[in-house]
Each structure stands twice: as C-alpha cells, then as structure tokens.
C-alpha cells in the first residue's frame, strides 16, 4: 500500500504545484509580455512529468504483483536506463523550448 501511496501523494503534490506556475524560478528575461508563454510551457512540462511518473509508478506497481503472482522475474536492467530517459527526454526538450521558442519582447 506504500507505493500506490506515494504515487498518490506525488500527483496531488504535481497537480497542486501545475495549478500555480507563477511561483517557480524563471529566467530573466520573463516579462509582462511573455509571462503568459512561460507559465504554459512549465504548466505543460509539468504536466507530461506527472503522467510519465505516474505511468513508471504504476508499471512498477504491476511488476511487484507479477512477482508476487510468480508469473515473471521482473523487468530486468533495462528498466532503470528506460525510467532515466524517460524523464530526461521531456526535461531536456522543455529546456530547450524554454531557450529558443519563447520570445523575449522588452
């Protein structure tokens, strides 16, 4: 019951923060004019990490229970390297859009 917990708590904790993306750390060049386009983008990067958490918490979740059905061993040591990029992937992609995408009018 620990890991459905947990997995719980992390979405409310992920939705909660979604809903104000005025207080996470931006760059300087935010502004009255692209505020807007910043706080779309965090929203929607937060977003998709949620749902990858989510989506790893419940294969993780389905592993435990194949183990303990004795139906299978596990996902094997490909499952760590898959969790990594899985969450780097939109993260380094978010940063990049951040970078280049969002205008900077001053």
């Known amino acids: 019951m620990i890991l459905p917990g947990v997995g719980a708590i992390l ?3 992920m939705q909660v923060l979604e809903k104000f993306p005025h207080i996470y750390n931006y760059p300087d060049r935010l502004n009255e004019s692209n505020a807007k386009q910043f706080y779309v983008h965090s929203r929607k990067l937060l977003n998709q990490l949620k749902n990858i958490c989510l ?3 419940a294969l993780i979740l389905l ?3 194949v183990i303990a059905m004795g139906w299978g061993n596990g ?3 490909w499952f760590l390297p898959i ?3 899985g ?3 939109p993260i380094a992609s978010g940063i990049v859009t951040q970078k280049n995408k969002i ?4």
């Not at 205008?103 to 001053?106: L, M, V």
């Open 75 to 77: 996902f094997g040591k």
């Open 87 to 89: 969450m780097g992937i």
């Open 83 to 85: 969790v990594i990029i």
């Open 103 to 106: 205008t900077t009018i001053r």
């Open 55 to 57: 989506i790893f918490f």
């Open 11 to 13: 979405a409310l904790l």
């Open 63 to 65: 592993e435990s229970i």
